[in-house]
Nanobody, 122 residues
């Protein structure tokens, strides 16, 4: 019973900024990797940015220099600061997290949020 909830999406003009949040709640013992993905209409879901439990980050080439992923581990929350937005960034943005629900074992499960729409107008 782990829930991920994204927020912060919306409509913005090209060149503008948005900050997405992903809050994890429920039976969480530990969170390792977290990531942001997006899916535009008619396209496959693609990785936007990811963050390991140790803090290493990775970005899609298309967003490098414009997007920044960050985490507040005390709040089990991840953020995506999106600057210099372009119409091609329009998509539903999803977060995921690799969660361990018990300290009695080392079983990890990947959970997904429901997504938040980001629309960038030209």
């Amino acid at each position: 019973q782990v829930h991920l909830v994204e927020s912060g999406g919306g409509l913005v003009q090209a060149g503008g900024s948005l900050r997405l949040s992903c809050a994890a709640s429920g039976s969480i013992f530990e969170i390792n990797a977290m990531g942001w993905y997006r899916q535009a209409p008619g396209k496959q879901r693609e990785l936007v940015a990811s963050s390991t439990g140790s803090g290493s980050t990775n970005y899609a080439d298309s967003v490098k220099g414009r997007f920044t992923i960050s985490r507040d581990n005390a709040k089990n929350t991840m953020y995506l600061q999106m600057n210099s937005l372009k119409p091609e960034d329009t998509a539903v943005y999803y977060c995921n997290a690799d969660v361990r629900i018990s300290g009695d074992n080392y079983l990890w499960f990947r959970h997904w949020g429901q997504g938040t729409q980001v629309t960038v107008s030209s």
